[in-house]
T-cell receptor, first 110, second 116 residues
């Protein structure tokens, strides 16, 4: 699976949009981009995933660049409860496991 | 939905003792995963099962670790004998069917293990 690069930490004001970037320049054509988050002391939580097209669900939006070498997770209106470590994971169709990197610690400030 | 259930939530034991962690996956899910999380190594996959059969245990650190899935609704991870370096948070996750493109995993709350 392709490796991902994320900033180690980010801050966001409560109520504003949080935009979390991820670089995956070695991604191959059949690999998906997944986002999970882990709130302190809890298990990782699935957020969203996509292949080529932008995706949106009740939690977030995922914007994937046309060349698929990077993506951005958008939390449209961040709340204090969104403070967590966010993991960007690239995973192929035949991969069994999720390979978690270091992630981005997002802190939502009041 | 009850989600993935793990027990105990916390375990403190002494070096050399046997430790058994338990997991109940989401009903109807065919795949089950055991992960370990430490500050030094992050989240690591230990083993996963498809339809109760162990598929890949290459992440199991050593022979002291063993995992079983006797039926679709229950799995155990056993450490015997336990050592202080086994102290970590152990997560169980399940998915509907691993290998299908786009399948997601749902994690339990984890078991915090401290070996003294």
């Amino acid at each position: 699976d392709a490796k991902t690069t994320q900033p180690p930490s980010m801050d966001c004001a409560e109520g504003r949009a949080a935009n979390l970037p991820c670089n995956h320049s070695t991604i191959s054509g059949n690999e998906y981009v997944y986002w999970y988050r882990q709130i302190h002391s809890q298990g990782p939580q699935y957020i969203i995933h996509g292949l080529k097209n932008n995706e949106t669900n009740e939690m977030a939006s995922l914007i994937i660049t046309e060349d698929r070498k990077s993506s951005t997770l958008i939390l449209p209106h961040a709340t204090l409860r969104d403070t967590a470590v966010y993991y960007c994971i690239v995973r192929g169709s035949s991969a069994r496991q999720l390979t978690f990197g270091s992630g981005t610690q997002l802190t939502v400030l009041p | 939905d009850a989600g993935v259930i793990q027990s105990p939530r916390h375990e403190v034991t002494e070096m050399g003792q046997e430790v058994t962690l338990r997991c109940k996956p989401i009903s109807g899910h065919n795949s089950l995963f055991w992960y370990r999380q430490t500050m030094m190594r992050g989240l690591e996959l230990l083993i996963y099962f498809n339809n109760n059969v162990p598929i890949d245990d290459s992440g199991m650190p050593e022979d002291r670790f063993s995992a079983k899935m006797p039926n679709a609704s229950f799995s155990t991870l056993k450490i015997q004998p336990s050592e202080p370096r086994d102290s970590a948070v152990y997560f169980c996750a399940s998915s509907l069917f691993q290998g299908r493109v786009g399948e997601t995993q749902y994690f339990g709350p984890g078991t915090r293990l401290l070996v003294l």
